[in-house]
């Protein structure tokens, strides 16, 4: 009995591991300050209730709000890349529990999944705000859900793995490239699901979607009480408040398309077979260079290991947590591609984790287990310790700077337009913390609409931002400071 008992301590403390570990990590290594670029729009838009860049997010805006109102501690931006941590650490503990699925022992486990939480990859998208990781870790849970409906045929399991692809849709279209696999493991499972099931799934998929009503009702309710001050100035929505004023139906319908970066069209050419080369290019290259070579060949191993086990869910496992890497090899425009290639990273746990199921008995099969198990955790602790600059963070670091630069110069009623990276640390400071209090933040500026600006320079001090490395002078606009060798500040011309 006593022996029993150690044995249900040890479950329970790798169980709780598997989470707490991870979500501990991140929370710890979190900077306070506002980031810049679209890190600093996921930190402030969910806590005024605003609207992202294209499409909307509204998920993570949602929940991103209850989080950062109920959890009043420390500044905003820490409140969001916490969340985003505590999200990734559910990823983490997934991946866990589908390796135990698969049959792996739970120190193995845990120690596989430990070391997926501590790569460079993961471990920096989730010490900062990003609906992307919201999105994986609803992807995780839906890829779980079916997993258990392959080896038990509940049709609850099914149901629920719809509804969380419903779900990760809504924080980030992403989630999309789960289907794939879902149809595949439906044609492939031992019962496949009735058309009932299947109807009544994809109603529970509309259900999530129905979370983009957000856009167009919330953005009315902005453009009616006035709460964003750039629609004063003529605009078609500011950022942070009502990103392309999605109230009207052009402006929702860029928001829900994402046709300003062309995203459909990169969407549409993932589907071209050449690119499939591409993106199993893109599965070994960023396995090997995450984990390393030892565990880029354990994880091929582990995929013919778990096929002669299971086929059904090893096949669906790899489609469903590889077929975004298709959209990542052809979006070209995308500035960080490695958060669309999470779930492959994530593939990893089950695959290698299960490679000596716990139920093999024998001396061969404990030495495997066991020398699996110290593997990881020495790369676990490897990776732990090679990167102290994540829990490194210079006071005023991140965008604080720029709002700190920027305060002196410019007075609160003041127009400043600023491209896409210094614009968001500006509009948190402005919109979010109060640090920047009274400004009107635009997004990016036009010289051809110079007489435009200074229309508006009669009833506002109008600022334009620039790099004079790019920018050496403005028609109709002076040169008011010269905040640094990359940041100058010009004043509209009355």
């Known amino acids: 009995m006593i022996k029993a008992r150690a044995a249900a301590i040890a479950a329970m403390l790798c169980d709780v591991a598997a989470f707490a570990v991870p979500a501990a990590v991140y929370v710890a290594s979190v900077s306070h300050e506002p980031a810049s670029w679209d890190t600093a729009e996921f930190q402030g838009v969910p806590y005024i209730l605003g609207i992202s860049h294209p499409t909307g997010f509204p998920l993570f805006a949602l929940l991103g709000y209850v989080w950062s109102h109920l959890m009043a501690v420390d500044t905003i931006a820490f409140r969001m890349n916490a969340f985003t941590g505590v999200t990734m650490a559910i990823a983490a503990l997934l991946a866990y529990a589908t390796a135990l699925r698969l049959g792996a022992s739970r120190p193995v486990a845990l120690c596989v999944t430990l070391a997926f939480s501590l790569t460079q990859d993961v471990w920096s998208h989730a010490n900062r705000a990003e609906a992307q990781v919201l999105a994986v870790a609803f992807e995780t849970a839906a890829i779980y859900a079916f997993v258990r409906w392959l080896t038990e045929e509940r049709p609850i399991w099914y149901a629920t793995a719809f509804a969380l692809c419903g779900l ?46 957000y856009l167009p009702l919330r953005s009315a309710y902005i453009v009616a009480h006035g709460l964003d001050p750039t629609l004063a100035l003529g ?89 975004s890497l298709l959209f990542s090899v052809t979006y070209s425009g995308e500035g960080d591609v490695g958060r669309y290639r999470l779930l492959a990273l994530w593939l990893a746990v089950p695959l290698v984790a299960a490679l000596v199921p716990r139920d093999v008995a024998g001396l061969r099969a404990t030495l495997g287990r066991t020398a699996i198990a110290l593997f990881f955790a020495v790369v676990a602790s490897i990776e732990f310790l090679a990167h102290p600059e994540f829990f490194h963070h210079d006071r005023g670091e991140g965008g604080r700077w720029v709002i700190d630069a920027v305060a002196p110069f410019t007075s609160p009623g003041s127009v400043i337009m600023v491209d896409w990276l210094d614009a968001t640390s500006l509009a948190y400071g402005a919109y979010v913390d109060g640090s920047l209090p009274g400004r009107i933040i635009v997004s990016g500026w036009d010289p051809d609409k110079i007489a435009q600006y200074k229309v508006w320079a009669r009833t506002h001090r109008v600022y334009i931002l620039v790099n004079p490395q790019d920018v050496s002078s403005i028609d109709g606009a002076k040169l008011d400071q010269q905040i640094d060798d990359y940041h100058a500040l010009y004043e509209v011309k009355r």
């Open 235 to 323: 605009t078609d929505g500011g950022i942070f408040w009502n990103y392309h004023n999605p109230s009207t139906p052009g402006g929702l319908l860029l928001d829900l398309t994402g046709n300003e970066s062309n995203a459909p069209h990169y969407f549409l050419s993932s589907f071209n077979p050449v690119h499939v080369q591409d993106a199993l290019w893109a599965f070994v290259s960023s396995i090997g260079e995450q984990y390393g070579a030892f565990t880029l060949v354990l994880a091929f191993f582990g995929i013919g290991a778990a096929w002669r086990r299971d086929w059904r869910t090893t096949l669906f496992l790899c489609v469903a947590c590889t077929a």
């Open 168 to 213: 990760g849709m809504a924080a980030h279209p992403n989630a999309i490239w789960l289907f794939p696999g879902f149809l595949v493991g439906s044609l492939i499972a031992r019962t496949r699901p009735n058309l009932a099931l299947v109807a009544g799934s994809l109603a529970l998929v509309a259900a999530g979607l129905a979370f983009y009503l």
